[in-house]
């Protein structure tokens, strides 16, 4: 129970750290005065507790780290190559980024420190993208709260792979804010051999939103065909999809079919079947209505919908697979923060501080939520058998912390559509009104 302890306070103190930066002057600080301030923020803390847990109390990362990463990159040092002289979970060069970092630090340690550094970059990319796009106050104000994301920091700390994601659709922002979709779809490319299947879920809106979407589409997808054929040609095609394979055998707590097997448990072999299919079906409703409502908006105003629209997506992600760990928020959490902090403007100070606060319970949620899981064994029963076990008590409790975590999901996708309306309806009478003055001037 230590360990959901420190996690819980490590997002209190510094999302509270983060709170009253954001009342002091740094907000007024030039800019590249404001962004070292930001950036300490972020790795101060997150050094100082890979220091306290991994040099001096010697611990090692937990998660995946041990059990997969370490493996996989061995593998690789000693020759073998990925799906044809062993199985991986990820994209087939993923092990070699692995095996970059292990002959770099032969330790579990080096994913958790490469992954704090990949956190800063996250950061500096997605400030430059807000900038672009937001008012100078919004912007600063969704840095210094991102930086100060006890879920980001624990998150970097466990070395997992959601931090290469997360920087990986940074720079793909970035690089859509200015008008550069060749660049932006190379960088999804490179994602997508070097991460996981998970890449794929934000390539519609990345596409949707480009300035130049075929330009997009063509740097993303050939690439990354091409390596997947130099994997099928080195003798690894029979198990190059066990990643999908294995990921869609896997189940998490978190999540809407995760409370509904009481439900369909009854239902058996079906329910699995239930359960991706209800997974499809939200994904494809998301969408379609995103493609609907954001395909006319012209390609100057498109930047605009990425905050909002990548975190409806990853929301509906969360919300509706049977298999949606926590960690899976931090690919969006930046647009998350700036969504949530985008009409700061034009709100009441009241309702701006009722929103950090919201924040910060929900950064406590994210972290604590899959330790308790692990921690209270729910993991090793489905929810009808352990709230049928001697546990029920402990399970019921859980249950509720289950359904705080969901009601914020749903919170934030309503604000989420709210915002993908707004700024749709903005940049449609932008567009109508600057066609108005060319037909005037015409005249």
């Not at 978190?254 to 359960?275: C, K, R, V, W």
């Not at 924040?359 to 406590?364: E, M, P, R, T």
């Amino acid at each position: 129970m230590s360990i959901v302890i420190l996690k819980v306070m490590v997002a209190l103190t510094t999302g509270l750290l983060g709170v009253w930066m954001t009342r002091t002057r740094v907000l007024e600080l030039p800019e590249s005065a404001f962004l070292r301030s930001a950036v300490c923020l972020q790795l101060i803390p997150s050094l100082l507790l890979f220091l306290a847990l991994y040099v001096v109390g010697q611990r090692e990362p937990t998660s995946d780290v041990p059990a997969y990463y370490l493996p996989v990159a061995r593998a690789v040092l000693h020759g073998q190559v990925p799906f044809r002289d062993f199985i991986s979970s990820y994209a087939p060069l993923f092990p070699y980024v692995g095996a970059a970092l292990v002959s770099f630090w032969d330790s579990g340690k080096v994913f958790a420190l490469f992954d704090i550094g990949l956190n800063a970059v996250t950061l500096l990319l997605w400030h430059l993208s807000a900038r672009a796009c937001f008012d100078r106050s919004t912007s600063r104000y969704s840095t210094v709260l991102f930086a100060s994301c006890g879920h980001v920091i624990v998150q970097g700390l466990l070395g997992t792979n959601q931090s290469w994601i997360a920087a990986a659709l940074a720079a793909t922002a970035l690089m859509i804010v200015r008008d550069r979709s060749v660049a932006a779809g190379l960088v999804q490319a490179m994602a997508a051999c070097t991460t996981k299947i998970l890449t794929h879920l934000f390539w519609p809106i990345l596409w949707i939103c480009a300035p130049r979407r075929s330009r997009w589409l063509v740097a993303a997808v050939i690439p990354t065909a091409a390596v997947y054929l130099v994997f099928v040609s080195l003798g690894s095609g029979s198990n190059l999809l066990y990643p999908l394979q294995y990921e869609a055998n896997l189940r998490s707590s978190g999540n809407l079919p995760y409370l509904l097997d009481l439900f369909l448990s009854a239902t058996g072999a079906a329910e699995q079947h239930i359960m991706d299919g209800l997974t499809a079906t939200a994904l494809a409703v998301t969408l379609g209505w995103l493609f609907v409502r954001c395909w006319r908006v012209p390609p100057r105003q498109r930047p605009t919908l990425l905050p909002a629209t990548l975190t409806l997506v990853s929301l509906t992600l969360m919300l509706f697979s049977k298999k949606s760990f926590t960690g899976y928020l931090i690919f969006v959490m930046y647009p998350l923060v700036l969504m949530l902090m985008a009409a700061q403007s034009g709100m009441r100070p009241s309702n701006r501080n009722s929103r950090v606060g919201f924040l910060l319970i929900f950064n406590v949620l994210l972290v604590a939520e899959p330790s308790l899981w692990f921690h209270l064994n729910g993991w090793s029963h489905s929810l009808r058998g352990w709230l049928d076990s001697s546990d029920s008590r402990v399970a019921a409790g859980f249950v509720c912390v289950d359904l705080v975590l969901l009601g914020c999901y749903v919170y934030l996708g309503w604000l989420s559509v709210r915002c993908v309306q707004s700024t749709v309806d903005g940049a449609m009478a932008a567009r109508n009104a600057t066609q108005s003055v060319t037909a005037c001037s015409l005249v």
